[in-house]
């Protein structure tokens, strides 16, 4: 009786409001396979030390709007897979027109609500020394499949929802720490909970374990012009990584503000290391000279969150205008051109965002009189946390400025019948400010 109350309360609080954004059932042969919306997942993580082994157990409550097998991620198949505490078994799926893979079940489930619970291994970006683990779950948007389904079961893009980890590193006496963007808590020595917001994605989670005193630790605040003080941990490998990261940081969050309004995060964690970097939500994985770049990123993809393939261009296409200097200029440029026309499967950004894209953004700024960061900052107050599509983007620009920008769009944004990236090498070079990292060089960063 408490589970139907339970479970009434959140169908009322939760009405698919995220499915709106993911693409379309579809079937194999007779099999009907359905997208789903989390509300939430619980991952118990162990990190063993001893048996050099880091596993999983995920409890994840999802509502599923019409019967058939439910669509998930994760690339590594689960040892177990239970589906309402039945057991049940894990199959990989293939998106129409092969864009892209999925996990589902072999199972069919009524439409309502359900629990899958799994468990497995987690084994991409975590390693073993003699007496610590050390694990980074590390992200891209330029390769399918590079979200959290690296390392848990998990949702597409489209879908937010609360996460907590509980993280457990044994067979050590070795002091651990972790550095994250949820909210952490140590219950006690090598023992962590971590909260993450239900405004959370797939992309958004940053999550770095290691033994304590491997990096070198800098610690500052931000008075946001909100009037918070947004508390700062960079950290690095090497203290000349650190050297006026303070000041640099500081400096890109006031332009940031001034330009797009307050810091939408609780804090900032940014792991200078690497080449290039990568953004998380309110945290950062960064070389120096992408901080700039990826702290936008905590603004446009990680504030306002794209919702798959298509849309993931205007983040990059926003942070790349930026870096150019906030330009404006009376033509894109380049002829027409495919950003947003690809398949509703595709999950990954064209690379054409950071050079076509940012142009066609320059583009737009002469259109509303070097206006292009008003509009943006009035997209961000009332997008942030939440989902902006092409389609939507588009439409507010109409409302914001009252021109047309239809034939501007349907030249520029899908004006080209190339459905598929040909370019494969174009796309593994990446950008200059996410280039594509050897599986060595993501071990290396732990
Ligand atoms: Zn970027």
Redesign the pocket.
């Known amino acids: 009786m408490i589970k139907i109350t339970m479970l009434m309360l959140l169908a009322v609080t939760h009405v698919f409001a995220n499915l709106d954004h993911a693409p379309k059932n579809f079937k194999i042969e007779s099999k009907k396979f359905v997208f789903v919306d989390f509300v939430k997942a619980d991952y118990f993580l162990t990190f063993d030390v001893a048996s050099e082994k880091a596993t999983y157990k995920a409890v994840i409550t999802f509502n599923q709007p019409v019967a058939g097998s439910p669509i998930f991620d994760i690339i590594e198949m689960p040892s177990t897979s239970k589906v309402n505490g039945k057991n049940d078994k894990a199959i990989q799926i293939s998106s129409p027109g092969d864009e892209t893979k999925y996990v589902s079940l072999s199972s069919t489930l009524d439409s309502g609500f359900h629990t899958f619970e799994f468990t497995g291994n987690i084994k991409t970006n975590t390693d073993f020394t003699s007496d610590s683990a050390r694990s980074g779950f590390w992200m891209s ?1 330029l390769t399918d499949r590079r979200y959290l389904e690296q390392y848990l079961p998990t949702n597409l893009e489209f879908d937010q929802f609360a996460m907590s980890m509980d993280v457990k590193v044994t067979g050590t006496q070795t002091p651990h720490r972790i550095f994250t963007n949820g909210t952490l808590s140590e219950k006690s020595s090598n023992h962590f909970h971590i909260a993450y917001p239900d405004y959370f994605s797939s992309s958004s989670v940053y999550f770095h374990l290691s033994e304590k005193g491997r990096f070198k630790i800098k610690s500052f605040s931000h008075k946001s012009i909100d009037g918070r003080e947004i508390p700062i941990v960079t950290y690095s490998k090497s203290s000349w990584s650190l050297y006026e990261i303070e000041k640099n940081t500081l400096k890109v969050m006031k332009e940031l503000e001034s330009k797009f309004g307050p810091w939408g995060h609780p804090s900032l964690t940014a792991y200078i290391a690497g080449m290039g ?1 990568m ?1 998380h939500s309110g945290a950062t994985i960064t070389s120096r000279s ?1 901080l700039g ?2 702290l ?2 905590s603004y446009f ?1 990680r504030g306002v969150l794209p919702t798959n393939g298509n849309s993931g261009w205007l ?2 296409a926003v ?2 205008w930026r870096d150019k200097g906030y330009k404006a200029s009376s033509s894109p440029g380049y002829s027409a051109t495919n950003l947003a026309a690809f398949s509703n499967y595709k999950r990954t950004t064209t690379t054409k ?2 050079t076509e894209g940012a142009a066609f953004m320059a583009y737009i700024n002469l259109k509303l009189n070097g206006n292009l960061e008003g509009f943006l900052k009035k997209m961000y107050e009332d997008y942030l946390h939440g989902q902006w599509t092409t389609e939507i983007f588009l439409k507010e620009l109409n409302d914001f400025s009252g021109m047309d920008f239809s034939n501007s769009f349907n030249k520029y944004v899908y004006g080209s019948n190339e459905k598929k990236e040909h370019n494969k090498h174009n796309a593994r070079k990446g ?1 200059p ?2 280039p594509k990292l050897t599986k060595q060089q993501l071990l290396d960063l732990l």
């Open positions: 948007d970097g953004e992408a770049h990826e936008t990123h993809a983040d990059e942070a790349s965002a950071y950008s400010m996410h």
